[in-house]
């Protein structure tokens, strides 16, 4: 496949045999947005710790159920929000509404029009694993590419891989990262990060595609 004028992804994991894909592809976000190299390693060092370790680095008493429920089992996704929260000044979106994300052509539309980066884990056809990537300014960072490539019909159709078809997305959080950070992306206007349409539309097409916060 020609890659054209893509971006190349210098944290790339081929084969990724310890499914990092979530972990991966904030990895990428962080060092786009941009953090220092310093901080990238730091989150990457956290998501690889034993949770113990990453409660102490965070500072907290006890790990939230949704990252690790009571089977033991973690949830990669909901480990890397907790990180970026506690750790990074990220706020998030409450989960969105999969109803909206069941077919190839919605959910790219849907995807494609929210201004803020979203952490989204597809679901595949004959895939083995859920695959995780973040879409951020119609851009797929994507820890098994190469390079960072636009966010397509085509592209989300095989996302989880050459021989599989898209099935639905399970999970899905738009992040905000701090204002700080924001303002250092000069090429976005601080008021254009979708900020204000997620927190006062919500009678609105917006406000639908997301749960309810509790």
């Known amino acids: 496949m020609s890659h054209g004028s893509e971006t190349q992804n210098k944290f790339f994991s081929l084969e990724?045999?310890?499914?990092?894909?979530?972990?991966?592809?904030?990895?990428?976000?962080?060092?786009?947005l941009p953090f220092s190299p310093a901080e990238v390693d730091l989150f990457w060092d956290l998501?690889?710790?034993?949770l113990p370790i990453?409660?102490?680095q965070l500072s907290q008493t006890n790990v939230p159920n949704t990252v690790c429920n009571a089977q033991g089992i973690i949830n990669p996704i909901e480990k890397c929000?907790?990180?970026?929260?506690?750790?990074?000044?990220?706020?998030?979106?409450?989960?969105m509404r999969s109803c909206h994300l069941t077919s190839v052509k919605k959910a790219s539309n849907i995807?494609?029009?929210?201004?803020?980066?979203v952490?989204?884990?597809v679901k595949g056809r004959m895939a083995n694993y859920n695959h995780v990537v973040v879409i951020w300014r119609n851009q797929v960072l994507d820890y098994e590419s190469s390079h960072i490539y636009p966010l397509t019909e085509d592209r989300l159709q095989q996302i989880c891989g050459e021989n599989t078809t898209f099935e639905c997305i399970t999970l899905a959080?738009?992040?905000?990262?701090?204002?700080?950070?924001?303002?250092?992306?000069t090429e976005i206007k601080p008021d254009d990060w979708g900020i204000w349409e997620y927190y006062n539309d919500k009678k609105k097409t917006h406000g639908r595609l997301f749960q309810r916060h509790k």
């Open 16 to 32: 990724n045999n310890s499914k990092l894909c979530a972990e991966g592809s904030i990895k990428i976000l962080l060092s786009m």
């Open 47 to 50: 998501c690889l710790s034993p």
């Open 54 to 56: 990453i409660l102490h």
């Open 81 to 95: 929000l907790w990180i970026l929260r506690c750790k990074y000044k990220f706020t998030t979106t409450s989960k």
């Open 111 to 117: 995807l494609n029009n929210l201004k803020y980066p």
């Open 119 to 121: 952490i989204v884990s």
């Open 173 to 185: 959080y738009g992040l905000f990262p701090p204002q700080a950070i924001r303002n250092k992306v």
